[in-house]
């Protein structure tokens, strides 16, 4: 399996620089967990422009005892991302998996699901769908409705987070996961329960909308004991994928790519 970005011991190299991670994200300042010596630093980023997600791999200049300003990305393995025609917002890098956060209550969206898949299969890393909520009465419809999605090959996983979140274990041992969904769907709750001390905060469900309030505002990563990590961002309510073209966007449906290249007119766009 993939290792998620770990720290990799290294210490200041010849250009007098430090090793670290990106671990939140608050518009343009950055918490950086040090590789060595371990310690958490809150860096910017040198000019006007900042395009660093959480997850990102970065080389510091220290300029205080708790300060650094950030010279330098590594090169990423993965990154996950929105984008429409205005601008491109970084969710995640580096990550092995991407969970998308659903619930029996409030109605998910099921286009918005289907571009979280999209943005995945672009992004080259697996995904797992959560079902969150599973004590409720409107359960078992919801998971009818996964149905499609089971049969293409994606795990989807029951889960009454407040409860336990037992049953994420299997899918998150040794993988840097991001998670993802819309307000309300327990996202924050599902990080309560895996890392009790993070106190998340989670907020109520707005009945009269059939919605759920904004509660994490910034991307977070918390590390698991069991050689994993996870990136909590904010609730999502659009998906743009403009990023991926329309000549690579039919290789982004598991169930397509066995007619890529049957089709005998060299100019359809399979709408």
Known sequence: MSRGPGRKGSRAGSDGYLSGTITAVHGRSYRVEMDAPLAQLTCFPRGKRSELACGDRVRIEPVSADQGVIESVEPRSSLFYRADAFREKLIAANVTQVMVVLASEPTYYEELLNRCLVAAEHARVRAVVVLNKAELPSA??????????????????????????????????????????????????????????????????????????????????YRLPSNGAIIDSPGLQAFGLRHVGIETLDATFPEFRPYIGQCRFANCRHL
Do not use: C, W
């Open 140 to 221: 078992p419809a919801a998971i009818d409705r996964l149905e499609l999605y089971r049969r293409l090959d994606y795990p989807v996983v029951p889960l009454s987070a407040r409860s336990s979140t037992d049953a994420l274990q299997p899918f998150l041992r040794d993988h840097t996961t991001v998670l993802v969904g819309q307000s309300g769907m327990g996202k924050s709750t599902i990080v309560n329960g895996l890392f009790p001390a993070a106190r998340a905060a989670t907020g109520d469900i707005s009945k009269a909308l059939d919605s759920g309030r904004h509660t994490t505002t910034h991307a977070t990563l």
